[in-house]
């Protein structure tokens, strides 16, 4: 690696350490390139450029691009989604009362994960179908429904902010149970919801 290009390379690196999931962590199959020609083409392709948060994060997390999506990172914090692709970088706010968290519930294979990378993150259990509820500290359930996880394996939810509960993934005689919570310093992305 020569002088001028290993800045490029740490940055990527630490991108890809602090910005969310790294697609080559957990992938079951390898991943293909997208066929669009860049991040701002495949916002266009899912109708979301120049939406909003919500609708963006949606389509994004539910889109059948195998991971990573070429030209394109999108993380999601707890307070906004942040976007970069072949127009630059930019932050779209997420309302003051939503919380997105995603979920990859496993049995095998996981990965860490702490901002949930739209463009990146690949959980084990692709288009499987599962029951998922999640409950508050209270015992209220926010969530009580049978869903069918995403190309990338990950299902999600929006939730109200500045609570905490538990979220349960039953798949056949499979079951599996962990803590959440949706303050400002809390994950967008649950990959240890083992379930045997």
């Known amino acids: ?17 602090f ?7 957990t992938q079951s199959t390898p991943a293909a390139p ?7 083409g495949v916002l266009d392709r899912l109708g979301v450029q120049g939406k909003d948060a919500v609708a963006t994060i949606d389509a994004l997390d ?8 070429e030209g394109l990172q999108a993380s999601v914090k707890a307070d906004r989604l942040v976007i970069t692709d072949d127009a630059g970088e ?16 496993y049995l095998q294979t ?17 288009d499987k179908e599962m029951h998922i509820t999640i409950v ?13 996880t995403a190309g990338n394996g990950f299902v999600g939810f929006w939730l109200p902010r500045d609570t905490s509960g538990s979220v349960t993934a039953t798949m ?17 992305c649950l990959t240890t919801l083992r379930m045997n």
């Open 172 to 188: 056949g005689d499979k079951s599996g149970t962990v803590p959440f919570s949706t303050g400002a310093d809390s994950p967008t």
């Open 136 to 148: 508050d500290g209270a015992g209220k359930k926010l969530v009580d429904k049978d869903v069918t």
């Open 90 to 105: 930019r932050s779209l706010p997420i309302p003051a009362d939503k919380f997105y968290l995603s979920i990859a519930p």
């Open 34 to 40: 997208s066929s669009s020609a860049g991040g701002a």
């Open 62 to 69: 539910r889109s059948t691009d195998p991971r990573p999506i």
């Open 1 to 17: 690696m020569n002088r001028s290009t290993r800045p490029l390379a740490l940055a990527a690196a630490a991108l890809m350490l």
């Open 19 to 25: 910005g969310g999931c790294s697609a080559g962590s």
């Open 110 to 126: 996981t990965h860490d994960c702490f901002a949930h990378s739209l463009s990146g993150c690949q959980g084990e259990q692709v």
